[in-house]
């Protein structure tokens, strides 16, 4: 079948590229037909404008040659005549004859004289010019009453003026005749030019006649062979769709049945002898939910020519054997070719299954697989939806709900048994709800209850109840019998309160107040309670702190320490102080602002490890300067021999030189890990790591902790270096840990000096180095991270 739709189409393109060629050449040879007509209407017009031109030369020759005649002859006159009135009058005439004769003259020239006239003139201006001249003077001796002069003039005449004369004469008779010539030889080539081209003419009208002839023979056969050749693909697409998957009804312009394929049997319920004839009213009951009508009044209004709007995919075919189809619909006009409707054509596709598997697909998509409730994304976009759909300001609740005793259930049963008793906890708290509520499952053991529409102490009442549900819930595994808790945050949301994000935050956050409080209660407050609201900053600031650690938004600074003893002179010692950007990359944030955050979720260890890498690395990068860096670590760090064991690996892959690193270890961090911190002591110096005690003396702890931690400095707590000039027992304080530093062989630091008179008090006890903005304040170190804005007011 493809091989012979491949021959009719090559053979339908043979015979239009047929007809195409035979039209083009038609439309050549009338093309060259009309350019001939013009060539020789404009050469016959050129021929016509020759011979008006020289038809007016001639004319105006005649003129010039009688002009010529008439003035020798009135000259002659003037001689004779005896009235003086009269020999004026006769030259007043002359002078007319003359300004004539100038005038002929001047438009003969205008109309273009070819060089062989042009010569003739000028050889006639030579040989007449003398005689002219004679002629005016005969004629002004004319005038005179003295015989002599009289008789003068008429000598000038006899014997200059009238030999010349015939010069003139002749010569305007040559050119008189030459233009005659030139004006019948014009004539003969026009005639045997238009002779010519009509014998052309009649050749070409010839062959467009046969041209078209043939052209004509050819389109009849073509014509016979189509309406062969349309019969035949009349069976073919009736067999067609006979056999297509999808259903075909067609109809006539009043909307009667007339053909009904196998597919569309099937699904109507009828054969086709019974469907055609009838109306698609009658035959096909098929209704569009969305748009609510028939699709027959679909199909009506676009035989009757009014614009159709598009049918809905939510179509229900209302089958004669009394079975219901959902159906994808496609109505098309047959159209005539001059436009007219002459009917439709339905077809319609079963996408029943195809719905139904779809309508599960989505609903996978928007419920949780174990639980069967919303998911974390549905549920968010459903109470989103929520908070803006309202009217008149309702108010809403939501709460998150966090098992307490999940964990236990999933460590002594396994995982299995953790996810029964969710699906079953699930199934067992969903009637305790509304509804029009919202129920969903937001990670492993979080729940999340959004009730809409309703009072703070209504929606309290149904959380209670779930609480109390929760407690009576018992799960049985294994003959094992668990009952577990509830930690839930309740929020009262007010209205046109849209943010879903930061009410999440906010009861998420009441949710962790709820467990740190006891746990198995409801912790229930408002959007803008001050608890409520520090914990949702310290959220965000979280966010903030992994955000820089990701994206390396923190940046370094450092602190020179100053030398201020005998033995520490040369030492060039930098305190390494962090500081992070803000989200737009411009500004510097205090470590005030988040190391209190990251000190209290945890999250020190990870700021140590991403320091003190960035450090190894500096000091790696620059093998010729001497300076030694001194890095701070937090007792997250000091507490966990995992982050231990990655700084000693970050030291040793970069090979760190010996002698460039101190580590600032504080006094109470040291003495609650002592062990602990002392073996890692111990072993950061085997890398040449020195060790330092920080903030030494806020703990009040024994010196007796000094000889058993192996240390390099002492840097004395700096709330006694401040009150140094005002309180007595704060220089003694000081003295006694110089002292006994030095008698274990420490160097002591002191810091926070912010004047002279508190480093000439500290040099009188002889403080090894010091450490203040009295030096100088912290200053950038890794420029690749710092803004363009940055400057020392900055740095604080």
Known sequence: MAENNNQSSASNSRILLSLIGGFISILIAMLFTWYISLQQMAYVSSVIEKSQVNSTKMDLVARLMEVARSRTRLTMKMIHTDDIFERDEINLELDRKATEFSINRQKLFELGLSEKELQRFTELDESVGPALRQQRIAAQLALSDDISDRQKATDILLNDVYPVQGITVDTFSLMLHEYKEQIAISSQQAQDQINRDKNLNYLIFGAIFTLSFVIILFVIRHISLTARHLNTEKEKAQNTIRSLGDAVITTDRNNVIEYVNQTAETLIGKASSELVGQTLEEGFRAYDKKRECWVWEAAQKLISGEDLDPLSRNITLYSFDKL??????????????????????????????????LKKIQYQATHDALTGLLNRREFEARVSKSLTLYENNPTHAMCLIDLDSFKAVNDACGHAAGDQLLKQLSEFLLPKIRRSDFFGRLGGDEFGIFLSNTDSEHAYQIISGVLNAIKEFQFIWDNKHFRIGASIGMIDIPSNFTDYSYLYKAVDTACYIAKNSGRNQIKRVNIDDSTLTSKVVESDWI??????????????????????????????????LIRMLDENQEDIISPMAFIPVAERYGMMDK???????????????????????????????????????????IADKLELPPGRLCLEITETVAIANLEQARKFMENMQSFGCYIALDDFGSGLSSFSYLKSLPLDYIKIDGSFVQSILSDKSSMVMIDAIHNVGKKLGLITIA?????????????????????????????????????????QSSQA
């Open 751 to 791: 810091e926070f000096i912010e004047n002279k008179k508190t480093l000439d008090e500290l040099n009188a006890i002889g403080i090894d180095m010091g450490q203040g903005y009295y030096f100088d304040k912290p200053r950038p170190l890794l420029l690749k991270n710092f803004p363009d804005n940055y400057s």
């Open 324 to 357: 219901e189809y959902e159906v994808t619909v496609a109505i098309s006009p047959i159209v005539d070719i001059h436009g007219k409707t002459n009917g439709i054509i339905v077809s319609f596709h079963d996408v029943t299954q195809s719905q139904e598997l």
């Open 607 to 649: 700021i140590d490890l991403w320091v003190f890498n960035q450090i190894c690395q500096l000091i790696v990068e620059t093998p010729l300067d001497h300076t030694v860096y001194a890095v701070n670590l937090s007792g997250q760090t000091l507490s966990s021999k995992d982050k231990m064991m990655e700084l000693r690996k």
């Open 543 to 576: 966010t903030k702190i992994n955000n820089a650690l990701e994206n390396d938004s923190f940046i370094l600074c450092g602190q020179s320490i100053q030398p201020l003893s005998l033995r520490t002179q040369g030492r060039k010692h930098i305190e390494v």
